[in-house]
Structure formats: structure tokens, C-alpha cells
């Protein structure tokens, strides 16, 4: 409803009319554009001519600024007169005021953002890893062996950082080395033959030798030892002496005392054989020696 309103009044002896104004209730209330306001975002410099006759918001968080003052010709005018003084790095916007701003008369917004990139390099303690490698040359009855020990390190990072205002907004990695050297572990996956064979008995007693800290020379020492003693035949028997296996043990029962099996298992017939031949003469060229000179040892 526009125009006046129009009530008729009655009272006692008093009767007329009283005009109102229209009413506001529920209308919205315009707000004037300020003139010379700025309506898009751009890149500004310092040579950036700010709307004249007007005041403008400088927001510089680096700089703990973030006012509202007159604004004077130029940007770098502004920069200089409020003490905020960016480098080439840094990023100057020239923006809209916001809507409470823009109530409040002022133009526009001007933003000035540090921006600092540089290297920053990291050191963390790396844990050493274990790598399992499967052999199928290798008899699951061996069990596992250490082929490399490995060891912890440092892992160095050398990265490319910017930060805006402070504020990580890029990173990119430049170089990124370790020191941690990973532990390798060997497992053995070939099942073993059901009859022990020369061939598999000469490997198992290869490794068995190895795992002494033993050489190349004192397996071969032990291959010519058991050659002459039983032809790496665990069924070898004496039947005048009653030795028994490939190391030939006197009674053979004694080579329970290494393992299951000792009549048959290879395994087991090796394990016992080398314990003694360590026992007895250190090593196997020292027991092949003393079987040269007298005939058995």
C-alpha cells in the first residue's frame, strides 16, 4: 500500500482525519554504491592507481597490517605510507571490498601476500628392512641363511618449499636419499628327494660348511674325506666295525644325538659328522690330513 494513509478519529465531541506516512515495515534498504569502487579481482603494482577520493582496506598479514585509510594515488603509495615493503617474490591483489566494507564506503581491498620459496632439507632415522629372496636351488630342509646383514640409516630430503604468509602452499622434492641398507634373507623352497642322493647330501653338507665360517678348500677337503670313507652314501655300512653313514660314526647311533632319522637322514648324518671333525681335528683338510697318514680318523 503507497500514499497516505488515511484513519478517522472519533472521540467525544471531536471528530477528523490524521494523514500518516507510508510505512517500511519489511522493505529493503539499498546501499549507494561508492563511487570509483573497484568490482574485480586483478594483479596490482605498485604503479596501480587506487579510486580517487576514496578509502580503502590494506590487508598485509605478514605485516600485521589490516586497516581502513584514505586512499592515496597509487598502491606503492599506500605500501609506503602504512611501512609494508614486499620483494619481488611477494603478490599484491587489487580487490572488491567486502559486503561489510562496502557499507561502510570503502572502495576496495588491497592485498599483499609474502611469498618466500627456498630449500629446506630433512634427515629422519630409517629403519632397517628385511627382504625375504625364495631359492629353488636350494633345499627347504636348510632353512633360511642371512646373505646380507644390512643396517638403519638416514634418510636425507632436500625440497623446493613456498610458503604464502607462512603458510606451506608448494612443495617439490628434489633429491631424496637413504643410507638404510635392507637385510636380505635366502629361503630355501626345493623339496627334499625321498631317498637321499649323492647330489643332495654334497649340498646340504655345503651349507652346513658355510654356516661353520668354513672355505671353499675345507669342502673340498670334506668332499675327498667322505669320498674315501663312504661315497656320500647315507646307507654305507661297515659290517666289521659297525660304522655307519656318510662321516662312517662308531656306533652309528651316535649321530641321534644331531637329529632325527640317523640311519637314513642326510641332514642329520652331515650335522654330526662336521661337529665331530670340528671336535676333533678343527677342520675338514685337518681330519683329511690325519686319514692320509694313518687311514681313518
Known amino acids: 500500500m503507497s ?17 500518516l506516512a507510508p510505512t517500511t515495515a519489511g522493505a529493503a534498504t539499498a546501499t549507494t554504491p561508492v563511487a570509483g569502487a573497484v568490482t574485480t579481482t586483478t594483479t596490482a603494482h605498485r604503479t596501480t592507481r587506487l579510486p580517487a577520493g576514496t578509502t580503502v582496506r590494506l590487508v598485509a598479514t605478514s605485516w600485521k597490517r589490516n586497516l581502513v585509510t584514505t586512499a592515496p594515488a597509487t598502491v606503492g603509495a599506500l605500501l609506503a605510507a ?159 666295525s659297525g660304522a655307519h653313514g656318510i662321516p662312517q660314526a662308531l656306533p652309528g647311533r651316535k649321530m641321534a644325538s644331531a637329529g632325527p632319522g640317523w640311519r637314513t637322514n642326510a641332514k642329520t648324518q652331515i650335522t654330526w659328522g662336521l661337529g665331530y671333525i670340528k671336535g676333533r681335528y678343527h677342520t675338514p683338510c685337518g681330519a683329511l690330513s690325519h686319514s692320509h697318514h694313518y687311514g681313518w680318523y
Open 82 to 240: 602504512k611501512k609494508v615493503s614486499p620483494d619481488g617474490n611477494d603478490r599484491l591483489r587489487l580487490s572488491p571490498a567486502s559486503a561489510a566494507d562496502k557499507r561502510a564506503g570503502v572502495a576496495a581491498t588491497v592485498t599483499v601476500q609474502r611469498v618466500t620459496v627456498g630449500n629446506v632439507t630433512t634427515k629422519k632415522h630409517v629403519k632397517r628392512t628385511t627382504k625375504v629372496v625364495k631359492d629353488r636351488k636350494r633345499y627347504k630342509v636348510l632353512g633360511s641363511y642371512v646373505k646380507r646383514k644390512g643396517h638403519a640409516g638416514t634418510r636425507t630430503t632436500v625440497a623446493r618449499v613456498t610458503r604464502v604468509d607462512g603458510k606451506v602452499t608448494a612443495r617439490k622434492v628434489l633429491k631424496n636419499r637413504s643410507t638404510m641398507v635392507t637385510k636380505v634373507v635366502v629361503k630355501g623352497t626345493r623339496k627334499s628327494p625321498k631317498h637321499a642322493t649323492v647330489g643332495y647330501s654334497k649340498a646340504i653338507a655345503k651349507d652346513l660348511v658355510r654356516r661353520k665360517g668354513w672355505s671353499t678348500h675345507q669342502y673340498q677337503c670334506l668332499v675327498s674325506l667322505w669320498n674315501r670313507e663312504s661315497g656320500w652314501r647315507v646307507s654305507a655300512h661297515n659290517a666289521s
Open 3 to 19: 500514499g497516505l494513509v488515511a484513519l478517522t478519529l472519533t472521540s467525544v465531541g471531536v471528530t477528523g482525519s490524521v494523514a
